[in-house]
């Protein structure tokens, strides 16, 4: 039992709570750049400095110098790009959200999934054609900027509203982002796949398309029958039904119950079940 005394000495717990502190720092970083346009400048700063390290490595010195200076401004130059991501980093901070999940998330799901459900059965009885995409985890900023802004508290009366034929919004999709409809109108990519039945029109491949780019979740009505799809993950499921459909949302859109702890009582609990 030395060696866990040695172990367990004040300058390792200082060590271990210094990397715990970074990693959780890390993470946060992690979960708010997800989904933002911020995510494919991070990963071009990496690839800047894996050719850094190789040039350096190799002996290329003219390559390192320029890297070196694209080190140096770009210090600045992140202040300035990422001004959104950090102010929103700072709020969270401020409201002490960074380790706190929201305990009331599932309710706003709850209200959304309530709203989409008295629109879709709106339409299908009435054979009003629709295509709603909802934001997961991948963002839609490339779709979102095809759209018409809106900005707008999810009500079953607008989204009905906004797909009446021979309106100025009703061709195109909704795309709902952070429990609020973004914007009404956008185009969405077209899938080319051989899979989808020959009876299905525009609608359907942008709601297969764009899932296979993206983890969103889209909603179609068919203008023809009626019927209610939906799409997630590639995967097309037809014809179904309000409890079915229902089921589905609740599945893919409830927060789980963990996540309503924060991170680092997670991470306690963890190397407490270590211990024992």
């Known amino acids: 039992m030395d060696w866990i005394a040695t172990l367990l000495t004040w300058r390792n717990l200082i060590s271990l709570i210094d990397i715990l502190v970074i990693w959780l720092v890390i993470y946060e970083l992690m979960v708010l750049l997800k989904g933002t346009r911020a995510v494919q400048l991070f990963k071009g700063i990496l690839i800047i400095i894996v050719i850094k390290l190789i040039s350096w490595y190799v002996g290329l010195s003219t390559v390192s110098w320029v890297m070196d200076q694209v080190i140096n401004w770009g210090v600045i130059a992140m202040v300035i790009i990422f001004q ?8 969270h901070l401020g409201r002490g959200t960074m380790l706190t999940r929201n305990r009331v998330a599932n309710q706003a799901e709850e209200e ?6 008295q629109a879709i059965q709106y339409m299908s009885k009435r054979r009003i054609g629709a295509l709603i995409a909802i934001q997961m985890e991948t963002g839609l900023e490339e779709y979102i900027e095809t759209g018409i802004p809106l900005d707008a508290e999810i009500t079953g009366a607008l989204l009905i509203n906004t797909f009446i034929p021979n309106t ?3 061709d195109g999709a909704v795309i709902i982002k952070n429990n609020r409809v973004a914007v009404a109108a956008a185009y969405l990519p077209l899938s080319d796949s051989k899979l989808i039945p020959k009876e299905l029109g525009t609608r359907h491949r942008a709601a297969v398309g764009i899932s296979e780019v993206t983890d969103a979740l889209t909603i179609v009505i068919s203008e023809e029958t009626g019927e209610v799809s939906l799409t997630k993950d590639n995967e097309l499921l037809r014809n179904m039904s309000q409890k079915n459909y229902l089921k ?13 702890r924060n991170l680092l009582t997670d991470l306690l609990t963890r190397f407490k079940g270590v211990g024992k």
């Open 84 to 91: 959104p991501e950090i102010r929103r980093g700072l709020e």
């Open 112 to 117: 959304m999934i309530k709203q989409l459900d």
């Open 168 to 170: 100025p919004l009703h």
């Open 248 to 260: 589905f949302l609740r599945a893919q859109l409830y927060k789980e119950e963990a996540g309503n």
